[in-house]
């Protein structure tokens, strides 16, 4: 049975709620791989080191800041003296206020435990935070007095004592202890800083927000002198001193925090207000952008894209290609790389010559409206770990990370693009904050620690540090900063934000209202199941719907060998223009232009002058200009007119002084071209490089089959095997859901009552029979009971009988020992049927695999 007041963690543990049980395991989720089988094993695993380093991460400034308070406070700690530390002797309303909540927040992480007359840090918590020469607090604060004296002789402690003014004790540990009381008295202390020199007090100050240590000479100043001899100085060192921790806080007012930060920063001063419609536009607009790179993306890689490289990715010199394709630069376009490879768009092809190219599933998103495709690119992106952003940066080895490449997975990714966009939705529709406002937020909620000791100067005298506070300004490359930085920047590419604010869709996007600031900023709100984020992103393409503009059926045809396009066309519209004509230039219009090249390309796709004019008259606005008209006649009357077959190569053309005009042109010694007829011109290259030769020098050839009919030059798409998007590597484990947490909670109690139901006392050591030795082993408490066959069967039986549980120890098919309290019902053929306290359900067990029975007491269950 548990005490009034907890002795350790396990203790208090029974003491919860199935609720508050609940709440620890959600927090941390890594303590249910696996299911703990009882409280004590919960708390245990609690107390490891990885499991704690975690949970420390995870706590906001304030908590942080209270559990470092914790690690310099007594063991146990009073909440007064606690209050103490983290308001001063003048106090601080905004702490008092906080405070009570960050015990509880960590309390209910089972890093402190006990009540508040005897709080007590978890053991490995304290080891993390407590201050030490190799790892210095980020309070600040050095060692203790006792700490810091305990190489120290007992006659140096004597004279400490008398320099300070205070009578002489009879051992080291009274001598410490009135030091310790010196230090720790305000008014006393106050007194002997008064006859302090100005130069020793200019020391204090400049050690007093840490680091507390500094390098002294062999023959120190006077007025370091004088702090030495009275122990404000004591040695840490050949050459080293330190601030004892007493000192300090009495130097400090009592504060173990330079700058608590009991409230996170506030965004609202911060924000700018916007016409949230003209924000929703420009998102709009964005997100169709997006869609159209990602188009143009798939168009580039078409007939297959860049070969990957022998340690996986793309090259710098392929990335650059599809930046200059893309019309971007290389960052932006290692983003819509990865974008596209996120949702399965793109993929390598497994095959021996590996190359990347469009997936099955690209060309089935093509074919979407641009409302759901738009919902499939955010939907990839949102829970995506790879980071575009480290593309170019080195790895550990110092080798470039290659787009699409291995080790660009930021665990953490996810979690920020969630905070982030969630932060951007507590503001009111169409407000957005400065990106220094909003990562200072981020820092509040999980504030980074140096790890890093401080260099100790080699002065004279004790030299000033900065303080290595994690709740202090964090550097600006830090690895979740980048990542919120990155979000701003690729929600913006997306259309999820438009001038930097939350757009409608956007909001939808992450479960919020579309047209209210979301509630609860205090906690960060978590990531979107995979079900919950289907749902909102639909919501979001319904939103975005309306905004986005309609596909035009028409262009503008000019008669400088131009057509504008007024807007986005329809995509049959679109690729067939695209054949006919170059993009000249993209923006709101894009510009198509027409040239011989382009006009031959659309005649080698198989199109007639004649269906191309009428193409033309059909979907433009305005007459098709006579240079068009006149431009394709011409390509079109002398294309074809040279035929190219293989044979190696051959040329036919019903006109022999065209013939005779090739042979003559010195440009056409590379082709190396004989004749075999009046009519016919051999070659030794092959067909496609005839082609080129013969296009380069302004003829128009057309390829013909074997048959001596026109083939139509219409390049097959390349398509990898069907491939499934990359797997997000995650930060730790999934959070628990509520039929796990419920399971869990119950199956822990159930453990924690076999583990601790107390048991009827033994009748002692077995006698020896026939057929078994004497029992003489020891009973040790907890241990799994051990009975023969025939006194289990018999303790069973009785069992049954009286409908009373029992206690046995159980050994599983996979040889996992266990113990379980249970509750006989039927016993035959060599099984107990029972029910199961521990699993909560009737199992029936092998007589067999049941080492020992024991009776539990009356009042046990």
């Known amino acids: 049975m548990t005490t009034a007041t907890p002795r350790t963690l396990a203790e208090e543990l029974r003491t919860r709620s199935d609720d508050g049980l609940a709440g620890l395991l959600r927090a941390r989720p890594d303590l249910l791989n696996p299911v703990p089988g009882d409280l004590t094993q919960l708390a245990t695993r609690a107390g490891t080191r990885a499991s704690v380093v975690r949970a420390v991460e995870r706590l906001d400034a304030f908590a942080l800041q209270t559990a470092e308070a914790l ?63 190799a790892r210095p607090s980020p309070t600040g604060l050095g060692p203790t007095v006792a700490e810091a004296t305990a190489g120290t002789s007992p006659g140096r402690l004597q004279e400490l004592l008398a320099a300070a003014g205070l009578p002489g004790t009879h051992d080291p540990v009274s001598a410490v202890a009135a030091l310790t009381d010196l230090f720790s008295d305000r008014a006393r202390m106050a007194a002997l800083l008064d006859a302090a020199p100005a130069e020793a007090v200019a020391v204090l100050d400049r050690l007093l927000w840490g680091p507390p240590y500094g390098a002294v000479t062999d023959r120190p100043a006077a007025h370091l002198t004088w702090l030495l001899d009275r122990g404000l100085l004591l040695p840490a060192g050949a050459r080293n001193v330190v601030l004892p921790r ?21 965004l609202a001063p911060a924000a700018t207000a916007r016409d949230p419609q003209l924000v929703d536009n420009t998102a709009a607009g964005q997100a169709f952008t997006a869609l159209a790179t990602i188009e143009e993306l798939l168009k580039e890689w078409d007939l297959g894209g860049p070969p990957v490289l022998r340690a996986g990715g793309l090259s710098v010199r392929d990335l650059k290609r599809t930046a200059t394709a893309l019309d971007t630069t290389e960052q932006l376009a290692a983003f819509w790389l990865e974008l596209a490879y996120a949702a399965g768009l793109i993929a390598s092809d497994g095959e021996a010559d590996e190359r990347y190219a469009a997936t099955p599933a690209a060309e089935e998103w093509l074919q979407l409206p641009d409302p759901e495709r738009w919902s499939i690119l955010v939907t990839a992106w949102l829970p995506a770990t790879r980071a575009p952003g480290v593309v170019g940066t080195a790895d ?48 509040w909620e999980r504030p980074l620690r140096a790890a890093a000791p401080a260099a ?21 490359d830090d690895l979740r900063s980048r990542l919120a930085q990155w979000t701003l920047t690729e929600a913006e590419l997306l259309g999820v934000t438009g001038r930097g604010a939350l757009a409608a869709h956007g909001r939808a996007l992450i479960g919020a209202a579309p047209d209210a600031p979301m509630a609860g900023t205090e906690e960060p709100s978590r990531p979107l199941t995979p079900a919950e984020a289907a749902t909102a992103a639909g919501r979001a393409a319904v939103l975005l719907a309306p905004l986005l503009p309609e596909p035009l059926d028409h262009v503008l045809l000019q008669a400088d060998l131009t057509a504008v396009a007024p807007g986005p066309l329809q995509r049959p519209l679109a690729e067939a223009l695209g054949t006919l004509a170059d993009i000249e230039s993209k923006g709101g219009a894009t510009v198509y232009r027409f040239t011989p090249g382009s006009v031959r390309r659309a005649l080698d796709a198989g199109r007639s002058a004649a269906e191309l004019q009428e193409f033309l008259t059909a979907h433009s606005r305005t007459p098709v200009p006579q240079p068009l008209a006149y431009l394709i006649d011409d390509v079109a009357r002398r294309h074809g007119q040279l035929r190219v077959g293989a044979a190696t190569a051959y040329v036919r ?20 071209l004989r004749r075999l007829a009046p009519t016919v011109l051999a070659a030794q290259s092959a067909p496609d490089q005839l082609l080129d030769g013969l296009r380069a020098m302004g003829f128009a050839p057309a390829a013909e089959s074997a048959a001596g009919d026109v083939l139509i030059a219409r390049a097959d798409a390349y ?15 999934p959070p628990p859901d509520t039929t796990l947490l419920t399971a869990a909670v119950r199956a822990i109690r159930a453990g924690d009552l076999a583990a601790t139901a107390e048991r009827k006392p033994s009748p002692g050591p077995r006698p020896a029979t026939p057929s078994t030795p004497a029992d003489t082993s020891p009973r040790t408490p907890g241990a799994l009971p051990r009975t023969t066959s025939a006194e289990t069967l018999a303790t069973m039986q009785a069992a049954v009988l009286t409908s009373s549980p029992v206690w046995i120890g159980y050994v599983n098919a996979d040889g996992a020992a266990s113990q379980r309290v249970i509750a006989p019902v039927r016993v035959e053929g060599g099984f107990v049927t029972a029910y199961d306290h521990t699993s909560d359900e009737v199992r029936t067990y092998p007589l067999h695999r049941i080492t020992g029975v024991a009776e539990l007491a009356d009042d046990a269950v």
């Open 653 to 672: 053309c019903d006109d022999d002084a065209l013939l005779s005009e090739i042979l003559a042109d010195r440009r056409a010694a590379a082709l190396r």
């Open 71 to 133: 690690a310099v406070a007594p063991d146990p700690c009073p909440y007064p003296t606690l209050a103490a530390l983290m308001a001063g002797d003048a106090g601080d309303a905004a702490v008092a206020a906080a405070l009570p909540g960050a015990v509880a927040e960590l309390r209910a992480q089972a890093l402190v435990w006990g009540p508040d007359d005897r709080l007590r840090l978890v053991r490995t918590a304290r080891e993390l935070l407590t201050p030490s020469p």
């Open 396 to 443: 550990t080895k110092g080798r470039a990370l290659a787009a699409l490449g291995p080790h660009l997975d930021r665990s953490p990714a996810p979690e920020v693009r969630h905070r982030v966009l969630s932060l951007l939705a507590t503001l009111p529709p169409g407000s957005s904050v400065p990106e220094p406002a909003l990562l200072a937020r981020l820092r």
């Open 456 to 476: 100790q100067p080699p002065a004279s005298a004790p030299a000033p540090a900065s303080p290595d506070a994690p709740t202090g300004p964090a550097p600006v």
């Open 719 to 733: 398509r990898t095997p069907p491939r499934t998007a990359p797997t997000p590597v995650p930060d730790g484990p």
């Open 246 to 266: 007493e000192a300090a806080l009495h130097l400090r007012a009592g504060r173990a925090h330079h700058a608590p930060e009991p409230t996170p920063p506030d």
